[in-house]
């Protein structure tokens, strides 16, 4: 069974950064698309950035430029660097994995706040 688990949240004053990390477990990592979502109180989830191996990653138009998604598929670990961070920013982030060739395969972790406030 596939489980993922976030960490690296916590609280941030405008313009810090932050780095996110995902560890994954019980799949075979290079398998699989990762992304990281997040959900603000009273707003619906939203992809934020998402990586494929051999494939270019890709960010909401909100984070692009100031968030960087990376993976290392030794350690099975995704990460989301975000640095310039806005108030806005604040949510939940999940870390989210999909098998490329079997898109019912998916797998969400149980989330990690970041709050960005002075």
């Known amino acids: 069974q596939v489980q993922l688990v976030e960490s690296g949240g916590g609280l941030v004053q405008p313009g810090g950064s932050l780095r996110l990390s995902c560890v994954a477990s019980?799949?075979?990592?290079?398998?699989?698309?990762m992304a990281w979502y997040r959900q603000a109180p009273g707003k619906e989830r939203e992809l934020v950035a998402t990586?494929?191996?051999?494939?270019?990653?890709d960010y909401v138009d909100s984070v692009n430029g100031r968030f960087t998604i990376s993976r290392d598929d030794a350690k099975n670990t995704v990460y989301l660097q975000m640095n310039s961070l806005k108030p806005e920013d604040t949510a939940v982030y999940y870390c989210?994995?999909?098998?490329?060739?079997?898109?019912?395969?998916?797998?969400w972790g149980q989330g990690t706040q970041v709050t960005v406030s002075s």
């Open positions: 989210y994995s999909q098998k490329w060739n079997r898109p019912e395969d998916e797998t």
């Open positions: 019980g799949l075979v990592f290079s398998f699989y698309h």
């Open positions: 990586i494929t191996p051999g494939a270019t990653p």
